[in-house]
């Protein structure tokens, strides 16, 4: 069982930056697959960017060059670096966690969800 706390979200200008951080719980957290989702208002949850344990990571067209994702095993702790951000980037941002192998993009991958964090861009 993992437990998700997303926090760093807040309100920024566009061509800003923001880091997200999620804080784990559990001591297997090194072994989990961890992703980042977010869902404006109005429209469904999207991938953002996915890392699997290993260090491979994948990320969506729209923020790639943009976004970094990165892991500390030591503090179980999962962050989303996030640059030259876009109005069209505000949303809630959910970290997610999963066991074992995945491809990372789709939602039902994943097992386990923070309560996620507002970013929000402005122009």
């Known amino acids: 069982q993992v437990q998700l706390v997303e926090s760093g979200g807040g309100l920024v200008q566009a061509g800003g930056s923001l880091r997200l951080s999620c804080a784990a719980s559990?001591?297997?957290?090194?072994?989990?697959?961890m992703g980042w989702f977010h869902q404006a208002p109005g429209k469904e949850r999207e991938f953002v960017v996915f890392r699997w344990r290993g260090g491979a990571t994948s990320y969506a067209d729209s923020v790639k060059g943009r976004f970094t994702i990165s892991r500390d095993n030591a503090k179980n702790t999962v962050y989303l670096e996030m640059n030259r951000l876009k109005p069209e980037d505000t949303a809630v941002y959910y970290c997610a966690a999963a066991e074992g192998p995945i491809a990372g993009r789709k939602e039902d991958e994943y097992a386990y969800w923070g309560q996620g964090t507002q970013v929000t861009v402005s122009s």
């Open positions: 559990g001591r297997t957290f090194s072994s989990y697959a």
